[in-house]
């Protein structure tokens, strides 16, 4: 276990589809593999305030339901502050990733990337399901969880 536990921010538009189901499988992979030590804040949150303070998406709740994973958020924006509080700053799209990129303090030692670099598989875009059915739901499901196995992986925790 190293000393210093890590902070994690999972940041799509909404903060009501992606982000949220990849807060809860995060943190759900760390509790099963009794990895909750290293880490500190498992959080989500929005590149826009389109949803703020809403719950997840009725189809991302459910998805995560069906396949064991409890969810408990409330949508809010990413902050500067969240640049320095949180070690890695992980996101779906290129379209989060700019936003991002524009929005990181000068200081900021966070490290921004997509949470898809992780997969294992290589797919890097986790993409938008907002507009689309439930099969992208499912799809973002199985990123999801590839992805969180990949980076506990590279943080050598697995
Ligand atoms: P998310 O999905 O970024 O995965 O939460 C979306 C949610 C809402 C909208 C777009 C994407 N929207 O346009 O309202």
New binding site residues.
């Given amino acids: 276990m190293s000393s210093e536990p890590i902070n994690v921010l999972f940041v ?10 990849a807060e809860a499988v995060f943190a759900h992979v760390v509790k099963q593999k009794q990895l909750d030590g290293n880490f500190g804040t498992i959080d989500s949150a ?3 305030s ?2 703020v303070g809403e719950n997840p ?1 009725s189809r ?1 709740a459910s998805t995560c339901k069906d396949n064991g994973v409890p969810v408990n958020h409330r ?1 809010r924006r990413v902050t500067q502050d969240d640049f320095s509080k949180f070690d890695y700053v992980l996101c ?1 799209d290129n379209s ?1 990733l700019a936003d991002l990129q524009e929005m990181k303090p000068a200081g900021s030692k966070a490290t921004v990337k997509l949470f898809g670099d992780y997969d294992p598989q290589g797919e890097t875009i ?1 993409r ?4 689309g059915g439930n099969d992208g739901f499912q799809r ?1 499901f199985k990123q999801v969880t590839r992805a969180s196995e990949g980076l506990l992986k590279a943080l050598g925790l697995i």
């Fill in positions: 799509c538009l909404g903060n009501i589809c992606r982000s949220p189901m929005g590149t826009s389109f949803h998406d991302s949508a779906m989060n986790i938008d399901p907002y507009y973002n």
